[in-house]
């Protein structure tokens, strides 16, 4: 009998954990790393006059971005800073283009998109670094929308690398949330942020099953030793 019990405990087991993964499996509803968008297009204010190389300093946003406050540079490999070298402006090299959350206006950025949703768990994820040139650190607010607000303060030191974070939230009915990355104080060297996804997470109905598989196996053992 004890044979019979390990062996479907560890079928159980198994089960469950196959659920687990498979009810994991979140689905991304949306995703942007900025390498698609062109450097220089003046469609998204990437060129200033003036400079000698295109550039997107300022960058106006583009694929639903918009900049709500202050301003933010698109950077990063193929970017140039007025007659330097084509690489000069990719400061973590090996992560196509990326966002400078402080501009070129001395006034650190908010960086917004909305998203319709249907209600729902999701979990914002995005990769945030440091400056990479200046040792003031950058006080980075990340804010979602959705009835009430979540908002959350990340500090990045100068040479923090990209580090990924993810923020979980969710929504009691179907409506346009809107989430934003604000860079506080304005000295032009802001965080950077890349890799930013909106996933939604299924409630692992699985879990439930397997879970009430794991209680009645349970309570055979104990009807079986009594
Ligand atoms: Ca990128
Ligand atoms: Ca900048
Ligand atoms: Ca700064």
């Known amino acids: 009998m004890k044979k019979w019990f390990t062996s479907a405990f560890v079928i159980v087991c198994l089960a469950f954990t196959v659920g687990i993964t498979g009810a994991w499996g979140s689905t991304t509803v949306f995703s942007d790393n900025f390498d698609s968008y062109l450097i220089g297009d003046p469609a998204s204010g990437g060129t200033l006059p003036g400079w000698d190389v295109p550039n997107s300093l300022n960058w106006k946003g583009a694929g639903g971005w918009y900049v709500s406050a202050g301003s933010v540079d698109l950077i990063g490999t193929g970017t140039a800073y007025g007659g330097g070298t084509v690489s000069s402006w990719d400061l ?10 402080d501009g070129t206006t001395n006034q650190g950025g908010t960086l917004a998109h909305d998203l319709s949703l249907q209600a729902g768990k999701y979990v914002l994820t ?101």
Request: charged fraction near 15%.
């Open 92 to 101: 973590i090299h090996g992560n196509g283009l990326y966002i400078d959350l």
């Open 126 to 226: 995005f990769d945030l670094a440091g400056n990479q040139r200046i040792s003031t650190p950058d006080l980075v607010t990340i804010h979602v929308s959705v009835g009430t607000f979540v908002d959350q303060v990340i500090t990045r030191n100068m040479t923090d690398p990209f580090t990924t974070y993810s923020i979980p939230f969710t929504l009691p009915g179907a409506s346009t949330i809107t989430f934003s990355f604000a860079n506080a104080g304005g000295d032009n060297q802001g965080a950077l942020l890349d890799r930013v996804s909106v996933s939604a997470v299924p409630i692992p109905g699985a879990i439930w099953l397997l879970g009430s598989g794991l209680v009645a196996l349970i309570g055979a053992r104990r009807k079986c030793r009594a």
